[in-house]
C-alpha cells in the first residue's frame, strides 16, 4: 500500500493560519479532489474539524486525536477516529493496492511524511502571514525524495495567486507499513 502526502505550502513554508488554510485557489482544490478521491484520507483532529463540509465524500477519513473516545459516537463507515497507536491497527487492515493520503496537519505530516512514496506538493508562489509552518523545507525533501514533475506557474482565476504543482518520488523504498514504529515523542515532539 503507497502512502502519498498532499499539501500546499507557501513560499515561506506556511499551510495554516488560524486553523484555515490561508489562500483561496479553487484549482488547487479540484487537484486535491481528483489525487484523494477514492482514496483512505489521514489527517489531525485539528484538520478534521477546520474542513468546511465532513467528512470528506468518497473517501475513508481517518481522524488521529489524542482523545478518540470523545468521537465515538461520530465515528461511521467514512469516519474512524484513533490515536496514533491505533493508525497501525487501522493501516494493517489496508489492502496492499489501496491507496493512503496523508492530508494534515503540521503534526501528521511530521509524523509520516518519510513513509511517503509520492509527495504533491502545491508551491503557493507568494510570501504568506500564517501561523502554522509545514515541518521540512524543500531542501531537506530533496534529500529523501527526487522531483519527478513540476508544471509551470499558474495564476488562480479566482484571485490571481500564483502557484505550481510539484510531484516528488521516494528516492528509495519507503518503509513498509507493518515495520513503522511511532514513538510517544514523535507523537508530542
Given amino acids: 500500500m503507497p502512502l502519498e502526502l498532499i499539501v500546499a505550502i507557501s513560499k515561506n513554508g506556511i499551510i495554516g493560519n488560524k486553523n484555515e488554510i490561508p489562500w483561496y485557489i479553487p484549482e488547487d482544490l479540484q487537484r486535491f479532489k481528483k489525487i484523494t478521491q477514492g ?6 483532529r485539528k484538520t478534521y474539524d477546520s474542513l468546511p463540509n465532513k467528512p470528506l465524500k468518497n473517501r475513508t477519513n481517518i481522524v488521529i486525536t489524542n482523545t478518540p473516545e470523545k468521537y465515538a459516537g461520530l465515528a461511521s463507515e ?13 493501516l494493517s487492515t489496508i489492502r496492499t493496492y489501496e491507496r493512503v493520503c496523508i492530508i494534515g496537519g503540521c503534526e501528521i505530516y511530521s509524523l509520516f511524511w ?34 519527478q514533475e513540476k508544471s509551470e506557474i499558474q495564476f488562480s482565476g479566482n484571485n490571481h495567486t500564483p502557484y505550481y504543482y510539484s ?21 508530542v515532539s
Wanted: charged fraction near 20%.
Fill in 39 to 44: 482514496t483512505k484520507v489521514i489527517m489531525g
Fill in 78 to 90: 467514512n469516519v474512524i477516529y484513533g490515536n496514533i497507536a491505533d493508525i497501525f491497527t487501522i
Fill in 114 to 147: 518519510k513513509y511517503c512514496s509520492i509527495l504533491h506538493i502545491t508551491i503557493v508562489d507568494e510570501i504568506i502571514e500564517g501561523d502554522v509552518q509545514f515541518p521540512y523545507s524543500i531542501e531537506e525533501i530533496e534529500k529523501t525524495h527526487t522531483l
Fill in 167 to 187: 510531484t516528488y518520488l521516494a528516492n528509495s523504498e519507503p518503509i513498509r507499513i507493518s515495520s513503522m514504529r511511532f514513538s510517544i515523542e514523535d507523537a
